[in-house]
């Protein structure tokens, strides 16, 4: 959020001073708050971040059907969000920052709370 006062940081080969929107493009990162809309299913949450980082209709549902299938939300893909425990609710917030396929995925405190249990991690 800030501008770096002095130095420079190197993720990927890029530069973060110099080309920060090249870094940016190879990066996420899954809060430790889940970030879902608690009021559209697993499903469209999935749908809906694939469209947000720019992939055609049936692009973001190929990919919403691999993160479905990886993250063994199958049988929870057509419910809210706010309905899912919170392990699940954090499974889906993992696979909506891996839906943009980034090369590094920063995770704020992954094992927090009911995650550890899920058989995510």
């Given at each position: 959020m800030s501008s770096p006062t002095s130095g420079d940081a190197f993720l990927l080969g890029g530069s973060i001073v110099s080309n920060p929107r090249a870094v940016k493009e190879k990066i996420n990162i899954s809060p430790q708050e889940t970030a879902?809309?608690?009021?559209?299913?697993?499903?469209?949450?999935?749908?809906l971040i694939a469209r947000i980082y720019g992939a055609p209709p049936r692009t973001a549902r190929t990919k919403t059907d691999e993160l479905i299938s990886a993250f063994h939300l199958k049988e929870t893909e057509k419910q809210r969000a706010k309905t899912l425990?919170?392990?699940?609710?954090?499974?889906?917030?993992?696979?909506?920052?891996?839906?943009?396929?980034?090369?590094?995925?920063?995770?704020?405190?992954?094992t927090l709370g009911p995650v550890e249990s899920s058989g995510l991690l």
């Amino acid at each position: 959020m800030s501008s770096p006062t002095s130095g420079d940081a190197f993720l990927l080969g890029g530069s973060i001073v110099s080309n920060p929107r090249a870094v940016k493009e190879k990066i996420n990162i899954s809060p430790q708050e889940t970030a879902v809309a608690p009021n559209l299913s697993v499903r469209e949450n999935l749908e809906l971040i694939a469209r947000i980082y720019g992939a055609p209709p049936r692009t973001a549902r190929t990919k919403t059907d691999e993160l479905i299938s990886a993250f063994h939300l199958k049988e929870t893909e057509k419910q809210r969000a706010k309905t899912l425990s919170g392990g699940m609710q954090r499974r889906l917030s993992i696979a909506m920052a891996l839906i943009s396929e980034p090369k590094i995925l920063f995770l704020d405190e992954p094992t927090l709370g009911p995650v550890e249990s899920s058989g995510l991690l």
